[in-house]
């Protein structure tokens, strides 16, 4: 686009802040605001403005309970017998997993991408990374083949993971099996609509949530690499979690049985009150409804079984066949907007560190992705077996809590063996 047609743009959006400062910078400068200009969706930057004046409104009148499948409710045979189905799918290479790793440790209080963060397990303490290849590997092991594993970075920590992975040498796995892939971008939006440019003169930014994973792994062309490699079902999980159960046959197997293209692994709350988003069925499609959204009697309504009626929790579990992915990438997910504080430049190049939140941030999220489909299979996890994520400094979900999950998960491992 030439520099007129971006300036008369700018003009159209009200991006008069930017405009001033055009005016007022060197013709070096402007050149690099130019530059920048061209990677702005202006079409898309009206969405953002026009997301930020409108309320979301949950209608929980229309909510109902989700069923699941729990594990401890079917026979040996039947858990054999998809799990069976799930096996059959890696033993024939179908089957590939992403990690979502595009995010910093800033609430660990640890400065760097989360998955090269270390946390202090017994025997020997292990990086987040190496937790997942450790995962991957017994896999590999057990149905002899080598997983594909595609890591979705972002701008701000792609170089980093790289060169840390290389650094580490991948941990001992297969080099040629490992994918790297950025999610993307959203500018961030003042409450009247402005963007922001950051000392350097860049517009700032925003990693765009882990709904944005579709139509990255799109763009990126890493759903072409899975169907060229004949993939047919793909497990999408976080970091964060060093029980993750990535390589799950259990799950793939109901999902292939029942019929469904998505399927997760559900965490069922420990009490009505825990601050997680629930699982329910909504106009007959599947949503994740936050804590926070939900009247208090619905929190604490139990069924005839004394079970919470909405305690079927949304973890980062999930499993989607490529033709799933392939429908996700091509639909427009929802924009979710977060108040933030983000330093900026005003109309004279001065840089202004704000008291209070200025700015919004917007993200997809991945279960959004729900609603595109008629069913979905759910198979209830166990909190000391499948979720233990490392995302606070202290307390609750921290190394603390996760290393003891952790370390009395794979003590009983052993025992079991034994």
């Not at 890591?151 to 170089?159: A, H, K, L």
């Not at 080099?175 to 950051?198: A, H, M, R, S, V």
């Not at 699982?279 to 604490?300: A, F, N």
Request: with cysteine.
């Amino acid at each position: 686009m030439k520099e007129e047609n971006l300036i008369e743009n700018l003009k159209i959006y009200g991006q008069t802040r930017t405009l001033k400062i055009l005016e007022n910078v060197d013709k070096e400068t402007r050149k690099k605001i130019i530059e920048e200009l061209h990677d702005i969706n202006f079409i898309q930057l009206k969405e953002l403005y026009n997301n930020i004046k409108e309320e979301a409104e949950v209608n929980v009148g229309e909510l109902k309970p989700i069923k699941s499948l729990n594990p401890d409710k079917i026979t040996k045979e039947e858990k054999e017998m998809y799990e069976n189905v799930g096996a059959d799918i890696l033993r024939n290479n179908k089957f590939a997993v992403v990690t979502m790793s595009g995010g910093q440790g800033t609430r660990l209080g640890y400065k760097g991408p989360k998955g090269t963060f270390k946390i202090d397990v017994e025997p020997q303490a292990k990086y987040l990374f190496e937790i997942i290849v450790d995962t991957l590997q017994r896999a590999n092991k057990k149905y002899n083949v080598t997983i594909p594993w595609y890591i979705m970075t972002s701008n701000e920590n792609n170089d980093e993971i790289v060169k840390f992975m290389e650094e580490h040498n991948y941990f001992g796995y297969d080099k040629e099996y490992i994918g790297f892939f950025e999610q993307g971008e959203l500018p961030l939006i003042t409450e009247d609509g402005q963007i922001l440019l950051d000392e350097n003169y860049n517009i700032k930014k925003a990693s765009d949530g882990n709904g944005s994973i579709f139509k990255s792994m799109y763009i990126k062309g890493v759903l072409e690499d899975m169907k060229t490699k004949g993939i047919e079902w793909v497990y999408i999980g976080s970091i964060d979690n060093v029980l993750l159960k990535m390589v799950d046959t259990l799950l793939m197997g109901v999902a292939i049985k029942e019929g469904s293209e998505i399927a997760t692994r559900s965490i069922f709350k420990n009490c009505p009150t825990e601050r997680i988003g629930s699982l329910c069925i909504q106009d007959g499609k599947v949503k994740v409804i936050e804590y926070s959204e939900l009247p208090q009697d619905m929190i604490e309504a139990k069924d005839e079984d004394g079970e919470i009626l909405f305690g079927e929790s949304h973890v980062m579990c999930n499993l989607f066949s490529i033709k799933a992915l392939e429908k996700i990438s091509l639909q427009n997910l929802q924009y979710h907007k977060a108040h933030k504080k983000y330093s900026y430049l005003d109309e004279n190049g001065k840089l202004v560190e704000p008291e209070e939140p200025n700015a919004y941030k917007f993200e997809y999220f991945i279960f959004d992705s729900f609603e595109f489909f008629n069913q979905i299979s759910i198979v209830r996890g166990k909190r000391e077996e499948d979720f233990a994520p490392v995302k606070n400094k202290e307390g609750v979900d921290s190394p603390r809590t996760a290393k003891e999950l952790y370390e009395k998960f794979y003590a009983k491992q052993v025992v079991t063996k034994l």
